[in-house]
């Protein structure tokens, strides 16, 4: 069971400079995720119908869920 979890979690680091702190964040995220976080940070209006979650509210506080 070890290879599985080690094949199916990994790390997701991100810079973004005004909104990010150091720090850590043990919210499951998803590569879907990118996205939609990118679109949000950049104000631009998201597409329908795409998957993943923004993480821009993790990102301004980790502590949210």
Not at 14 to 23: K, Q
Not at 45 to 59: H, Q
């Amino acid at each position: 069971m070890r290879m599985m979890r080690d094949s199916t979690h990994n790390v997701l680091m991100c810079i973004a400079p005004g909104i990010t702190r150091a720090g850590r964040c043990a919210a499951p995220v998803n590569l879907l995720d990118i996205y939609p976080t990118l679109v949000e940070l950049a104000g631009l209006p998201a597409k329908e119908g795409i998957e993943g979650t923004s993480l821009a509210s993790l990102l301004r506080d980790p502590a949210s869920k």
